[in-house]
């Protein structure tokens, strides 16, 4: 168990959090109480709904997410959609919960509502219900062994429709063991993922300072959670450089109100937003070749964050 009393009395002054959504919730009364600033690398939207004065995250939220989806969903015409969803996942339950306040207003119907668990390995009837539903699409939320599960299953489910995952499948530990399960599938990622599909300017050059020597280190492309920890580094530097002190109430007070292009995007922290991030620092991906591309629709909508 993180405390975060000892390590503020051994002088750390931030603490760049947990990627798993029930962890850094289980953080959040230590960082209320001992008031040190806590970057989170999750995007559950409890964190900051309502705001912690120190708590700070770096993905787009979980309901952001779900509204970029939402957009694409829209775009192609879909009016149909089912979902599933970890419901033991506080990630997962926030991003169900954003996609079923947001559908409405997209013109989507969710027709069918699958909740599974963690443990989660045969997913037959998940995909009948779905299939019998008339979805025109299914949209999945989960992290793991489970998204590994249904992707292998969907392909030999013939359903005939899109299979759309979100960002905690942006990465190799999903691409690799579902190898040609995963080809055509879709997922919602952060533009740090698809540099490539952005057109020349600031926000396409922080994306290559992490992509060029990460790929050259390692031989393959970060994947999301490598943008995530690398632009939090960067928000809890920049947050010090800014307040000129390692206090962290005064890092907490430069955080609130950081502006900073990083690999996912611009953020826009205030005393009202800790989560800093729009929709428009989403990309839409398909799996092609074994890789992530952003699809022709995110290309067009990137182009309006060139800039930074």
Avoid: C
């Amino acid at each position: 168990m993180l405390d975060l009393a000892s390590l503020k009395s051994d002088g750390v002054v931030s603490v760049l959090g947990s990627p798993f959504s029930n962890s850094a919730l289980a953080t959040i009364p230590q960082v209320d109480r001992d008031k040190i600033p806590y970057v989170s690398l999750t995007p559950a939207d409890e964190q900051v709904n309502p705001v912690h004065p120190y708590v700070f995250v770096v993905p787009a939220t979980s309901a952001t997410y779900a509204d970029r989806i939402l957009q694409y969903f829209k775009a192609q015409g879909y009016t149909k959609v089912a979902i599933a969803y970890d419901g033991e996942s506080s990630y997962a339950r926030a991003g169900f919960a954003g996609t079923q306040a947001k559908a409405a207003g997209y013109g989507i119907t969710l027709v069918a509502t699958e909740q599974f668990q963690t443990t989660t390995t045969e997913f037959s009837a998940v995909l009948n219900h779905v299939k019998s539903s008339g979805a025109q699409a299914l949209e999945v939320w989960a992290t793991g062994a489970p998204s590994v599960a249904i992707t292998k299953q969907y392909a030999t489910a013939n359903l005939g429709i899109p299979l759309m995952f979100t960002g905690a499948e942006a990465s190799s530990l999903w691409l690799k063991p579902t190898g040609s399960a995963s080809e055509g599938d879709f997922l919602a990622s952060s533009v740090a993922v698809v540099g490539d599909a952005l057109p020349a300017g600031a926000q396409k050059q922080a994306i290559a300072a992490l992509a060029g020597p990460f790929a050259t280190q390692y031989g393959y492309p970060p994947p999301q959670f490598a943008g995530d920890a690398y632009s939090g580094m960067q928000l809890v530097a920049a947050a010090i450089k800014q307040s000129g002190s390692t206090d962290p109430a005064k890092i907490q007070a430069a955080l609130q109100n950081l502006t900073l292009t990083t690999p996912n995007g611009t953020y826009h922290y205030s005393t009202t937003d800790h989560s800093g991030l729009t929709a428009a620092y989403i990309s839409i991906d398909v799996v092609n070749g074994g890789a992530l591309q952003a699809t022709g629709w995110a290309k067009s909508q990137l182009a309006s964050i060139a800039g930074g």
